[in-house]
């Protein structure tokens, strides 16, 4: 009997549900008819902070939340000015709406077009500056987002989703959940490249079902002429800008903008003895032959290789890593972008990439270029009179202000000058290095104050040049002292001295007797 008691509780306790279902912890209290509906005080599912803790869109750091910074220098903004693009009517339309009812937005491109800036640029413009935004990291689980929503009162939300093929799957962003963020008027705001909208808009089902019918605004990476008329019209507002309207190459303006800052970065990191040294140091004689004024000539692997031995204490490292294998990583394409290294148009030759060489120029603790790689520029643009004189130009500007005290610059700057013919300057600079102690310079003053007949002035320059042991000058001294002694002893004879009339004669001979050129 007690059994059979114990049986009838049992069945009387236990749940049954007609009509309706529900997964969740319930209370046994026997039959219910109808729906369940449970109710918590707090989402199992969620981390996710309140909404008063999220921050103000109009305070918020683009770049903390996925926008590719440029570089930045002295006072400059943080990044440069937004230049419109061409979706950028589009994407103001679909941000409007889904300021007024929700939905996703979805910006898509190749790597660095832009999407970020462009999709961030659209909220700034189309949301309140009040507007809180939740910016979740990938993997983040999303189903208790509704509810932490619903606390939100009056307070405009907004979701943004940058590299939203992170934010897919059962616990992210599903078909229901932005159901359920659209009746609640919260606007997702979401990036996807090409390549991941592609997988996954045409791929597996249950993540595709959230791109359906969500017409992405499409960025290309290439700029069309009306986006570089438009940056055109920007160029004095910033001056990254106008590196990049004049360096950029095949319109990739964005990925100019943001990729210089990155290679750098791994450039300067590559010098390390255990990384990538020799690689390291072959872009920076490529960097350094273009900041000379090279620009994009291409320079032959001879002279990149040769180039290196100019660097002192890097040349040293870069024996760790050989050249094949620094050509290789130097050149390996980065960011879906160009390699540090770009060929050239013939075999075997190389050039920096511009966006990673307007960077050295401009970056404040970019390495000085080594003096010797002057007349390599030089060397390299040979047969370009304008790429010539732009050389020239670019060490006047660089080395000038250098001058004073060391007579190597003063060298440097008079070879360069000579090989541009302009032989007024070269030598006004050869006689700043001979006159601050360069023995080089000295002996070329000489010869050239010799040539002239001023061998009263060019005397002490050859002296100079000879006693340091320069073979030419030694010669060539010899002969214009001999020519000296003449004259005096000319001065002697007329003054009647037997003496000089002896000395004269065996001096006239020694003359005759010595070769047209001195030059040994």
Wanted: hydrophobic share 45%; charged share 25%; aromatic share 6%.
């Amino acid at each position: 009997m007690g059994g059979q008691r114990d049986v009838q509780n049992d069945a009387a306790s236990a749940n049954s549900v007609s009509g309706g279902g529900f997964h969740a912890p319930v209370v046994q209290a026997g039959a219910f008819n109808g729906g369940v509906h449970t109710y918590y005080g707090a989402s199992p599912h969620t981390g996710l902070p309140p909404v008063t803790d999220w921050p103000r869109l109009d305070a918020a750091d683009p770049i903390a939340f996925g926008v590719r910074p440029t570089r930045k220098f002295a006072d400059e903004a943080t990044l440069p000015p937004y230049v419109a693009r061409d979706g950028d009517a589009l994407l103001e339309r679909r941000m409007s709406a889904a300021a007024e009812a929700g939905g996703l937005v979805l910006v898509t491109g190749e790597p660095l077009s832009g999407k970020s800036r462009t999709a961030w640029v659209g909220m700034l413009a189309n949301l309140p500056g009040t507007t809180r935004l939740l910016a979740p990291a990938a993997g983040t689980d999303l189903r208790g987002l509704p509810l932490v929503l619903r606390g939100r009162g009056e307070q405009p939300c907004v979701i943004w989703l940058d590299e939203l093929e992170g934010h897919l799957g059962e616990h992210g962003l599903t078909p229901a959940l932005l159901a359920d963020l659209a009746r609640l008027r919260v606007p997702v705001i979401a990036t996807m490249s090409d390549e991941a909208y592609d997988a996954h808009r045409f791929g597996e089902q249950v993540r595709a079902r959230v791109l359906v019918g969500v017409g992405a605004v499409e960025l290309t990476r290439v700029w069309t002429e009306a986006e570089l008329r438009r940056l055109a019209g920007a160029l004095d507002e910033d001056r990254r800008l106008a590196d990049a309207s004049l360096w950029c190459e095949d319109a990739d303006i964005a990925a100019f903008l943001a990729v210089g800052p990155e290679l750098w970065d791994e450039w300067w990191r590559a010098r390390r003895p255990n990384a990538h040294p020799h690689g390291h140091l072959l872009v920076r004689v490529a960097m350094d032959l273009a900041r000379c004024g090279t620009d994009d000539t291409p320079v032959p692997s001879s002279v990149l290789r040769e180039a290196c031995g100019l660097y002192d204490e890097g040349a040293a490292q870069a024996s760790r890593e050989s050249f094949e294998d620094a050509v290789a990583w130097a050149s390996k394409a980065r960011h879906g972008v160009a390699g540090m290294l770009l060929r050239g148009t013939e075999p075997e030759t190389w050039r920096a990439l511009p966006a990673l060489h307007r960077e050295a120029a401009a970056h404040p603790d970019a390495p000085p270029v080594p003096l010797g790689l002057w007349l390599r520029a030089m060397e390299v643009v040979s047969g370009n009179r304008d790429l010539q004189e732009v050389v020239v130009d670019s060490a006047q500007s660089e080395l000038e202000g250098e001058a004073d005290g060391r007579p190597e610059v003063g060298l440097v700057l008079g070879r360069l000058y000579e090989a541009t013919g302009q032989d007024q300057y070269a030598e006004e600079w050869f006689r700043h290095s001979a006159d601050a102690g360069g023995v080089e310079a000295a002996g070329v003053v000489g010869q050239v104050l010799a040539s002239r007949g001023d061998v009263v002035e060019a005397l002490p320059y050859l002296e100079r040049a000879a006693e340091a042991g320069n073979r030419y000058a030694q010669g060539l001294l010899v002969r214009e002292l001999v020519v000296r002694a003449v004259f005096w002893l000319d001065r002697g004879v007329v003054g009647g001295s037997r003496a000089a009339a002896d000395f004269r004669g065996r001096l006239r001979e020694l003359i005759k007797a010595l070769p047209d050129t001195v030059e040994e």
